[in-house]
């Protein structure tokens, strides 16, 4: 019988496990390399895809990872590695409908194309982020468009990994993008700037900014809801902020008790999963906005998603 399972990168246990939502138990756990961090599966759920990105942070130096880690989420077992070099610090993936996967080399600031990466043992094409420290990104569900986040040039660059003459697109919206979504339609493009402390939406047409607002301390990522409504996690003021897609304004904000670093939505429930810098996982009713319970994890929780198995 199958049964909601939030699966969860704890980076600094350098570790990917499973834990069962209802018990909260953690079920099973695969050592991985030191520092592994953001993380996507495939449409079906036979497997996760890890990026090495071997370091702490993003505040930290040195040359990281360059592999991604394929996991069989049945078997529980890590399948492979596969080595991306030159390609380093593997960061922001994503998937696209067709399963072609897609990571980010924030230290070469090129965006990488795995077609059938159930078996690919090397990236099949790659194309230049188009900015500098290029950490993660935004995908239109045909991956034909990718939006980077570029934490140094204080950029955000739209490139077409498929289009190798398209030359990429970018826009200024604030100091250090970071955090991103794509409205339902993907017309919109919303990102958190962590050190002007403000959220924009940019026109994913034309690269333009067409609305700004102020955010509480250091925004680092925000989030798309179900319902359409924006939640941010805001790394200076310990807090969840929920915002109106609109006007970008606060609707209401969740106290806690430490630094959100990630959230993930149930699939059906009304229920969020926010990863603390203090070793649990706070489980979020979204129409309440009351954290109900904790689930106890190791050391630093980072990406999770939950799926059935």
């Known amino acids: 019988m199958s049964q909601d399972t939030l699966l969860l990168v704890e980076k600094c246990s350098h570790c990917f496990s499973w834990y069962d939502i209802e018990s909260g ?15 996507v599966t495939d449409h079906a759920e036979r497997f996760a895809y890890i990026g090495h990105y071997g370091i702490e942070t993003s505040g930290h130096t040195g040359p990281g990872g360059h592999s991604i880690l394929q996991i069989d989420l049945r078997s529980r077992e890590l399948v492979r590695s596969i080595d991306l070099y030159p390609f380093n610090r593997i960061h922001g993936l994503q998937i696209d ?20 990466p159930e078996r690919d043992a090397a990236p099949k094409r790659a194309v230049p982020s188009g900015g500098i420290k290029s950490h993660l ?8 468009t990718a939006f980077c986040m570029n934490l140094l040039s204080h950029t955000v660059t739209k490139v077409r990994p498929w289009d190798p003459l398209f030359p990429p697109v970018a826009c200024h919206p604030g100091e250090k993008p970071e955090g991103y979504c794509l409205s339902h339609d993907e017309k919109t493009l919303f990102v958190s700037n962590r050190w002007s402390n403000t959220l924009c939406a940019i026109d994913t047409d034309t690269m333009a900014v067409h609305t700004s607002a102020p955010s509480r301390d250091d925004v680092t ?11 941010t996690s805001n790394y200076g003021d310990r807090s969840m902020s929920v915002v109106d897609p609109i006007t970008l304004h606060e609707m209401a904000c969740v106290r806690l008790d430490a630094r959100a670093i990630a959230l993930s939505f149930h699939p059906q429930k009304p229920v969020a999963f926010i990863s603390l810098d203090d070793d649990r996982v706070a489980v979020l009713d979204t129409d309440l906005l009351q954290i109900v319970r904790f689930i106890a994890t190791q050391r630093e929780p980072d990406v999770s998603k939950v799926v059935m198995l």
């Open 25 to 39: 138990e953690r079920q099973h756990t695969i050592r991985l390399p030191d520092f592994p961090h953001e993380f």
């Open 97 to 116: 409908q067709q399963d072609r996967l897609y990571a980010l080399s924030e230290e070469k600031s090129a965006l990488l194309v795995l077609d059938q």
């Open 137 to 144: 990104f935004a995908l239109t569900r045909d991956g034909q």
């Open 221 to 231: 990522r925000i989030y798309r809801a179900h319902d359409g409504r924006l939640f």
